[in-house]
């Protein structure tokens, strides 16, 4: 099965920091990469599709690029209600594979 | 409203069996391919499995495959998760979750449920 390897675990900026995660797979997924964040006691939320699709109503400071095995999520002016877990997932075909997480935190 | 809600969830002593149910409303849940992730307390998402929509076709974890079994009503709306000799490394938030109506185009998650807690503990 493909692995789903995110960096950094987790990661503290300062408001306004352009902050970068990382996601690789063991295998090439072509463009099979979604992005979501969690924030505690809730529900993940869907911020990104076919690695670079930005999902409706999710604000324009959240880009995600690559395609194959290297994907990254970038946020471009880090806001205090950013501050979250994120994680990749690849939706190919099952298993539907979720990176380790990435805390991030201000 | 369209909403999925876990229910099942409770404590269940190491080596007990446990089934969850996930039902619908707003949506019709046969046309829908379907999840099951879990959240152990204070970690990361782990996929558990996935069924086709007329549940011929079912997918799962490696480290759960032979232990968890996923299942659906399609008359009753339900999805299910039949969970066996479990152990306390299964305590988790588990989340059923809807996909797509087709798998050729991915397993893209794009509804969640809040979650059924299930502790494992003696």
């Known amino acids: 099965d493909i692995q789903m390897t995110q960096s950094p675990s987790s990661l503290s900026a300062s408001l306004g920091d352009r902050v970068t995660i990382t996601c690789r797979a063991s295998h090439g997924i072509t463009n099979y990469l979604a992005w979501w964040q969690q924030k505690p006691g809730r529900v993940p939320n869907l911020l990104i599709y076919?690695?670079?699709t930005l999902q409706s109503g999710v604000p324009s400071r959240f880009t995600g690029s690559g395609s194959g095995t290297d994907f990254t999520l970038t946020i471009t002016s880090l806001q205090p209600e950013d501050v979250a877990t994120y994680f990749c997932q690849k939706y190919n075909s099952a298993p539907a594979t979720f990176g380790q997480g990435t805390r991030v935190e201000i | 409203q369209v909403q999925l809600v876990e229910s099942g969830g409770g404590v269940v002593q190491p080596g007990r069996s446990l089934s969850l149910s996930c039902a619908a409303s707003?949506?019709?849940?046969?046309?829908?391919?379907m999840h099951w992730v879990r959240q152990a307390p204070g970690k990361g998402l782990e996929w558990v499995a996935l069924?086709?929509?007329?549940?011929?076709?079912?997918y799962y974890s490696d480290s759960l495959r032979g232990r968890f079994a996923i299942s659906r009503d399609n008359s009753k709306n339900t999805l299910y998760l039949q969970m066996n000799t479990l152990t306390p490394d299964d305590t988790a938030l588990y989340y059923c979750?809807?996909?797509?109506?087709?798998?050729?185009?991915?397993?893209?998650?794009?509804?969640w449920g809040q979650g059924a807690l299930v502790t494992v503990s003696s």
């Open positions: 069924i086709s929509p007329d549940g011929v076709d079912k």
């Open positions: 707003g949506l019709t849940l046969r046309d829908y391919g």
């Open positions: 979750a809807k996909g797509p109506r087709e798998f050729w185009s991915g397993v893209l998650i794009d509804l």
């Open positions: 076919a690695a670079s």
